[in-house]
């Protein structure tokens, strides 16, 4: 079999997969938030927080509490890290550098699981496990939260209460994540997948070296790794590791995996708001996003300008033989739409253009699907524009699920797209300004260093965490910039969604009639996906003429 034929076998199978996955699942995830009923986990749970289960929050207090969780996870990461000599199963090794321990602290409660340091020679087994999967979880359920309470915004009127945080919050870790990582762990365990809480074996390596690797509990991390969009390796390699990704089987359902929840979560906001075409709309924007970059990124790798790529008939360098350059292409493409970052091979030995894809794919804000719930707002935020830029073309008031877009809900759009790219180009520029920071580029220059830069504070601003590796980020001016653009990037535009869903919650539903825009149709999807390439284009393309673009011509 060629290999263009199994690499279409492998995307077909993807998508069968979460064709299957996408009804049963976003309806169990509607049901799940429209509950009125707690179990006795729950219960039991909200007792001991001193939650009211039947309370729902302002927006504003809905935000605090979003805040609030957050900063509590920062600090309690960071003192994890810096005392972890002093705790059980460190493996010897010493307390994290304070500059990494607040960059990290930082990377995986803002669910971005960027890594600045090599995990299996800096953290212990209980910083794994007890520190960095825990906000695997609860970092993950922050964002699909986040979603739901805009969901409540379109679908309520005349009120100013979206809901309860701390119920939407322990509800999505126990009966969303909790049930599938538990399973989805045996699963990895069966496919090869390192399960235990051994220490260091001290290997010999092909060239006649020794090195130490540790085992441990990677299957529990590796499935909330990648079913939460976090994408934080317990390895250095991440999913190019053996231990983490041993073969082809268990690499596509990895891939499977980072993008059911954020595919799924459209027909939980269809049926929801009580119109499931709405889901399918949204869905097709992500798909046919997806679809185009995914396609691209694999013609780029496949005709590697070079002699050596050539030669080999794809650009290999930098590829596990065991997925080759398709199956490749495919975990990059859905890392970098998804917000995971995990990456099965070295994005920053792609083609300059196949890099850059990967790039400008991260650019367009992680709404294709996008990150677990952040992936569906981000994507809502932008059809709130795509209305209203619809609107202006026709002299109307632009509406949105029978809610009216005044001024009010687009100062708030307009913050939220404005937001990550301020972030990303004056993080890049003040980087690219600095002796010091300049000094980090290892063994390139000129526009390929220049995208080495901007690549990570894309991954930063835009919560992903997948790096171009040819930057050594473990100083103190980038554990402090990036570790800011990961807060600001994540927490910013969520108060601004929030906000949003206040405004819209307490409006009157108004009613529909012959000059509403249909927002299901065709002609809506096909303005949606202009919306978000153009907006993106115009934002960025300066920054990538300077880097991929100049690069790959």
């Known amino acids: 079999m060629s290999d263009t034929a199994a690499g279409l076998l492998q995307v077909g199978l993807l998508v069968l997969l979460l064709a299957a996955a996408y009804r049963p699942f976003g309806g169990y995830m509607a049901r799940v938030y429209s509950s009125e009923k707690d179990n006795r986990v729950e219960k039991v749970t909200y007792k001991l927080l001193g939650v009211d289960s039947k309370a729902d929050q302002t927006w504003a207090v809905y935000a605090r509490s979003v805040l609030a969780f957050s900063a509590v996870g920062v600090i309690l990461l960071y003192l994890l890290q810096r005392f972890q000599a002093q705790l059980p199963l460190s493996l010897g090794l010493p307390n994290v550098e304070q500059g990494s ?10 669910n971005t699981n960027w890594q600045g340091y090599v995990p299996e020679v800096t953290m212990g087994h209980l910083v794994q496990f007890a520190g960095l999967a825990v906000q695997n979880f609860v970092s993950a359920a922050v964002g699909i939260v986040v979603a739901i309470a805009l969901i409540r915004g379109f679908s309520r009127s005349k009120t100013d209460r979206l809901g309860n945080f701390w119920v939407d919050l322990i509800r999505t870790v126990l009966r969303v994540l909790l049930p599938i990582a538990v399973v989805g762990t045996l699963v990895l365990v069966a496919m090869g997948v390192v399960q235990n809480f051994s220490g260091m074996h001290e290997v010999t390596t092909v060239a006649g070296q020794t090195q130490n690797i540790p085992g441990g509990p990677v299957a529990s991390q590796e499935i909330i790794k990648e079913l939460g969009t976090n994408g934080g390796g317990f390895y250095n390699a991440n999913s190019a590791h053996p231990f983490e990704n041993p073969n082809p089987l268990s690499d596509i359902f990895e891939i499977f995996l980072l993008l059911v929840i954020p595919v799924c979560l459209t027909r939980t906001f269809g049926v929801m708001v009580k119109d499931k075409k709405q889901g399918y709309a949204i869905l097709g924007a992500m798909g046919t996003i997806w679809a185009l970059f995914t396609f691209s990124a694999t013609f780029f790798e496949n005709q590697g300008a070079g002699t050596a790529a050539r030669a080999a008939g794809a650009a290999m360098e930098g590829k596990e033989t065991r997925f080759g350059e398709w199956a490749s292409a495919l975990f990059a493409t859905s890392t970098t739409g998804t917000s995971t970052g995990a990456v099965n091979s070295m994005h920053d030995s792609y083609t300059a253009l196949g890099g850059g894809t990967a790039l400008f794919h991260m650019m367009l804000g992680e709404v294709t699907p996008g990150g677990t719930g952040s992936g569906l707002y981000g994507m809502l935020v932008l059809a709130v524009l795509a209305v209203f830029v619809a609107g202006l073309m026709v002299g109307r008031t632009p509406e949105y699920l029978r809610k009216k877009i005044t001024a009010r809900e687009m100062k708030l759009v307009s913050l939220y797209i404005l937001t990550t790219p301020a972030i990303v180009l004056i993080g890049t520029a003040i980087a690219m300004g600095l002796e010091t920071a300049r000094a980090s580029i290892l063994n390139t220059g ?3 260093g220049f995208s080495e830069v901007l690549y990570a504070f894309t991954s930063a601003g835009n919560n992903n965490g997948s790096a171009f590796a040819g930057i050594s980020a473990n100083t103190l001016f980038y554990n402090t910039a990036l570790g ?7 927490f910013v535009p969520m108060m601004l969604v929030l906000a949003l869903a206040g405004s819209f919650a307490k409006q009157q539903p108004v009613p529909v009639t012959q000059g509403t825009l249909p927002t299901h149709k065709a002609l809506f999807v096909t ?27």
Request: hydrophobic content about 55%.
């Open 101 to 110: 321990a607040f960059n990290t602290a930082a990377s995986f409660v803002s």
């Open 484 to 490: 800011l653009a990961m807060l600001l990037g994540r």
């Open 527 to 553: 303005m949606l996906v202009g919306v978000v390439l153009i907006v993106t284009g115009l934002t960025y393309f300066p920054a990538i003429t300077l880097g991929p673009l100049a690069e790959g011509l």
């Open 446 to 448: 000129g526009p390929h």
